[in-house]
């Protein structure tokens, strides 16, 4: 070797230790979220805000699907916000995920499939926008085909508004101790005269794993798809002798009816007809849901 040829081993040697420690701490940790393989088609792995990532083996298991549209690009990242700043529950995976049916204009294609890559918590169905012409049971229908071959990924799954906020942990609380097959739980009408109700508004209602499966397969569901959907919904069911576990929640959900502390009682489920910024201002002010924000030098609230 000639005297100006260089030696990169001592260079090598002093860089590689700072290149590692530079990749412990800026390389984001891929365990922070929860990974799932929600769109089966694509097997594109699906987020779990860490809030709703169990620690161990998860004992309880709900899908949430908020029916909504795709122009409302805002409420969804209010929705998502108050979800993930949300207490923890141990030993619960409750996954949240915005249905649309499909996309029409060149820009909802690219800004949604933006909001897939970063959140990976919306579901397009195989249907044209509608609210009571069959979306509730596209839905209800595509969820075991999105899971095919898993044995049961979820114990419950639900259909909200999205103008309804739960609190999840009193939501937990209500489903975790009701059976596990043939159960339809929501909030009854009448609201508050009956133990077993003849359906339960469409606000937020769950059904357990065997009922989406038999809505799935159901000629007569399939057959009676027009209407009030929560109606219809009901109507299956009732038809068919199922959803004989059933239970009311009565005035543990509610629509939004006033602004101060005594309308958002502690054993709240769920508040409705959050239909502007305003209502969702005031409910999440009044559950405290900024609670945890610290002093600091960067804003002034």
């Known amino acids: 070797m ?30 922070s979220y929860l990974q799932l393989n929600f769109f089966s088609n694509s097997c594109q792995p699906a987020a779990l805000p860490p809030q709703h990532l169990p620690k161990s083996k998860p004992e309880f298991k709900l899908l949430i699907g908020i029916i909504t549209v795709p122009e409302k690009t805002e409420r969804r990242h209010i929705i998502r916000m108050a979800y993930e700043l949300q207490k923890p529950i141990p030993h619960a995976q409750i996954d949240i995920r915005f249905v649309f049916c499909q996309l029409k204009t060149e820009e909802q294609k690219v800004f949604i499939a933006m909001e897939i890559l970063r959140y990976r918590d919306i579901i397009i169905l195989n249907c044209t926008e509608n609210m009571n012409e069959g979306k509730t049971y596209t839905y209800f229908s595509s969820v075991p085909k999105m899971f095919q071959g898993e044995e049961q990924p979820y114990d419950y799954v639900m259909k909200a508004d999205d103008d309804a906020y739960f609190r999840l942990d009193n939501l937990f609380d209500a489903l975790r101790d009701k059976p596990r097959v043939d159960t339809y739980w929501g909030k009854g009408y009448p609201p508050l005269d009956q ?27 399939r057959n009676n798809t027009h209407g009030i959907e929560d109606i219809n919904l009901a109507m299956w069911l009732n038809v068919a002798g199922k959803g ?9 959900m509610y629509d939004f009816h006033g602004v101060e502390a005594k309308d958002f009682p502690n054993y709240t489920i769920a508040v409705h007809v959050l239909k ?16 945890g924000l610290e002093p600091s030098p960067f804003y002034h609230l």
């Not at 260079?11 to 365990?31: E, G, K, R, T, Y």
């Open 195 to 221: 133990d077993n109700p003849p359906y339960l508004v469409g606000m937020g209602y769950a059904l357990s794993w065997d009922l989406v499966q038999w809505i799935a397969e159901s000629d007569f569901a």
């Open 276 to 291: 502007n910024d305003f209502t969702w201002m005031v409910t999440l002010k009044n559950f405290n849901v900024t609670g």
């Open 244 to 252: 004989k576990n059933r239970f009311n929640m009565r005035e543990k």
């Open 2 to 31: 000639s005297d100006k040829t260089i030696s990169y081993t001592p260079i090598i040697l002093i860089l590689l230790p700072l290149v590692l420690l530079s990749a412990i701490f800026f390389i984001p940790n891929s365990n």
